[in-house]
């Protein structure tokens, strides 16, 4: 059973910056696609970025792009996600999922991270 396990979430000033990571249990890691979700207080969950098996593909939000960066690194069964410029309106539970690709279903979550963007 895939098990996701995500770091690095924390209060941080607007401007700030965050890497959170999702650190997967299973061999077969590099086998799925990894999206980042996030979910506001009273708003639905939405997508953030996806990264596909290989780490040759990404697709990002449009409210995220340029500021937000995704990377795997399959050796270490670690998904990585940079934030950089972060605003208010980032502040969200943040959930790791793995799917079969970035358009696939999800099959497993992880426990989420809070971010919290404030001064």
């Known amino acids: 059973q895939l098990q996701l396990v995500e770091s690095g979430g924390g209060l941080v000033q607007p401007g700030g910056s965050l890497r959170l990571s999702c650190a997967a249990s299973?061999?077969?890691?590099?086998?799925?696609?990894i999206g980042w979700f996030r979910q506001a207080p009273g708003k639905e969950r939405e997508g953030v970025s996806c990264?596909?098996?290989?780490?040759?593909?990404?697709n990002y939000a449009d409210s995220v792009k340029g500021r937000f960066t995704i990377s795997r690194d399959n050796a270490k069964n670690t998904v990585y996600l940079q934030m950089n410029s972060l605003k208010a309106e980032d502040t969200a539970v943040y959930y790791c999922?793995?799917?079969?690709?970035?358009?696939?279903?999800?099959?497993?979550w992880g426990q989420g991270t809070q971010v919290t963007v404030s001064s």
């Open positions: 299973k061999f077969t890691f590099d086998y799925y696609a």
């Open positions: 999922a793995a799917r079969d690709s970035c358009s696939g279903y999800v099959s497993h």
């Open positions: 990264i596909g098996r290989s780490g040759s593909s990404t």
